[in-house]
């Protein structure tokens, strides 16, 4: 123990050497039970750092083990308990952090389910709740309000809807209709324009989008004045017909209330929710720039 501390100091190094000859000893006693290949564990690790370690060193390094054990007992992990299973311990207890404290992640996590799994129960319990005969045939002992929370569930983590709003759409339409409309929120809706009348034609505005490469064709024979874009070469709101107020960028749904109302010529009309504007212009472009128009939206 003196020439190794000799050799090595008081510092790293010397620490170091109290470590693998304890590592060493440990394992072997624990193997053999034996003290002897304790100590040539004990010289095999000295002389690995090149340490020239004599017998009388190795019988004192063998008798001072209990002190050394016990001078770095702070330094070594006890070999039953790996650092490792700290590490994975604590990992363990902080995934509800890691999962932000999502329900709808840690309902995933912790079911360990795929989407389509999810998918399947979502059909097979709207089916239930559409004929509730076919869940005793089935041998399905849930009971009808089991299965409806179930539905609400499995809606909320597949369409990413909070359980609120789920059961809010299951209870006001049927369970299929519901779906119905979960999976139609789910598809992207085509870019639509609306023509303005005061200024184009909607044959000849589709005439001059394409030229620009820009494939449109009417929506449907319910509105005059709306297009659908398919694809487009070039940005739909920077052409010049756009910037020449030929057009507006506008969805189809926001012109039924126009159309609805229809608008007549020097009347007096309150929009009271016009934002962003697409339902307030085609009011005017139906009035023809006459009248009063009064645009009003909440803050």
């Not at 389509?116 to 041998?139: C, F, N, P, V």
């Not at 319910?222 to 709101?237: E, N, R, S």
């Amino acid at each position: 123990a003196v020439l190794a501390r000799g050799a090595f100091g008081e510092g790293g190094h010397w620490a170091m050497v109290k470590k693998l000859i304890k590592k060493g000893g440990a394992k072997s006693k624990a193997a053999d039970g034996t003290k002897g290949k304790a100590a040539s564990k004990a010289v095999d690790a000295a002389e690995w750092l090149g340490e020239a370690v004599d017998d009388e060193a190795v019988s004192g390094l063998s008798g001072s083990e209990g002190s050394d054990a016990e001078e770095a007992g702070d330094e070594l992990p006890d070999d039953n308990q790996h650092p490792s299973q700290d590490v994975d311990r604590g990992a363990a207890e902080d995934e509800p952090e890691e999962l932000g404290g999502s329900k709808v992640l840690a309902r995933i996590a912790k079911d360990a389910t795929d989407l389509h799994t999810i998918k399947q129960r979502i059909h097979d319990d709207a089916l239930l709740l559409g004929s509730w005969r076919k869940a005793r045939e089935l041998g399905d002992k849930r009971t009808r309000k089991e299965v409806f929370a179930d539905l609400v569930q499995n809606c909320s983590t597949f369409f990413g809807y909070s359980e609120e709003l789920a059961e809010y759409f299951l209870q006001l339409f049927s369970p299929e209709q519901a779906i119905k409309l979960f999976e139609a929120n789910e598809q992207q809706r085509p870019l639509t324009i609306r023509t303005n009348s005061l200024k184009a034609r909607r044959t000849t505005l589709m005439q001059n989008l394409a030229a620009r490469k820009v494939n449109a064709d009417p929506i449907g024979n319910w509105t005059k004045v709306g297009l659908k874009v398919y694809d487009a070469a070039v940005p739909v709101g920077a052409t010049p017909e756009y910037l020449g107020g030929h057009y507006m960028i506008q969805s189809a749904s926001s012109l039924i209330p126009v159309m609805a109302l229809a608008p007549q010529q020097n009347e007096l009309v309150l929009d009271m929710a016009a934002a962003p504007g697409g339902k307030t212009t085609y009011l005017g472009q139906l009035m023809r720039n006459t009248g009063t128009l009064f645009a009003n939206d909440s803050k």
